[in-house]
T-cell receptor, first 114, second 114 residues
Framework: AQSVSQHNHHVILSEAASLELGCNYS??????LFWYVQYPGQHLQLLLK??????LVKGIKGFEAEFIKSKFSFNLRKPSVQWSDTAEYFC????????????FGTGTRLLVSP | DADVTQTPRNRITKTGKRIMLECSQT?????MYWYRQDPGLGLRLIYY???????NKGEISDGYSVSRQAQAKFSLSLESAIPNQTALYFC?????????????FGQGTRLTVV
């Protein structure tokens, strides 16, 4: 069965620092990849997604992610974080084509200090 | 108005009680899911349904049951609640008509079993 690993469980950064959150998945076939964000007390919202094409994906709020097939990775990046980026970030994988159910990583809790 | 609505938003119940969490959606999606979120474990799939006549167990279905009353409604039941079912529960939907889709989440139900 496919699995998703997020190696950073807690990250603390100062405002304006650069961010990179790691995500690796285990599945040898075609995948759809997602990053979701959960702000405190809120539901999950989609940050960005990769289905095909350009492996560098731009999302909302200045986030981007790069799909590296050879490394089974889909790392999330942001050049300069803001206090409002404090949230929990989840990487998720959906096997394509086929079942439309997401497998989530365990999440990374990001705290940005002003 | 939210596209995916969960009720109740918060619930405290006693061990052994039966409780139902409800989810309704206005997105017209055929696929619906129930996840639970626990700190450090991310989101884990409890049950999913690809249409009204299709119900499937997820990775942690023991102790839970579901009912897909209509395309827009998917309820989760705990037949006899136990304390380790204390968690944040999310309902989600997706459009199964294409592989290039994403999941949309409700606001969550925080359940506490005492």
């Amino acid at each position: 069965a496919q699995s998703v690993s997020q190696h950073n469980h807690h990250v603390i950064l100062s405002e304006a620092a650069s961010l990179e959150l790691g995500c690796n998945y285990s599945y040898g076939g075609t995948v759809n990849l997602f990053w979701y964000v959960q702000y405190p007390g809120q539901h999950l919202q989609l940050l960005l997604k990769y289905f095909s094409g350009d492996p560098l994906v731009k999302g909302i709020k200045g986030f981007e992610a790069e799909f590296i097939k050879s490394k089974f990775s889909f790392n999330l990046r942001k050049p300069s974080v803001q206090w409002s980026d404090t949230a929990e970030y989840f990487c998720a994988v959906n096997v394509s084509p086929g079942f439309q159910k997401l497998v989530f990583g365990t999440g990374t809790r990001l705290l940005v200090s002003p | 108005d939210a596209d995916v609505t969960q009720t109740p938003r918060n619930r405290i119940t006693k061990t052994g009680k039966r409780i139902m969490l409800e989810c309704s959606q206005t997105k017209g999606h055929d696929r619906m899911y129930w996840y639970r979120q626990d700190p450090g474990l991310g989101l884990r799939l409890i049950y999913y349904s690809f249409d009204v006549k299709d119900i499937n167990k997820g990775e942690i279905s023991d102790g839970y049951s579901v009912s897909r009353q209509a395309q827009a409604k998917f309820s989760l039941s705990l037949e006899s609640a136990i304390p380790n079912q204390t968690a944040l529960y999310f309902c989600a939907t997706s459009d199964g008509r294409g592989a290039d889709t994403e999941a949309f989440f409700g606001q969550g139900t925080r359940l506490t079993v005492v």
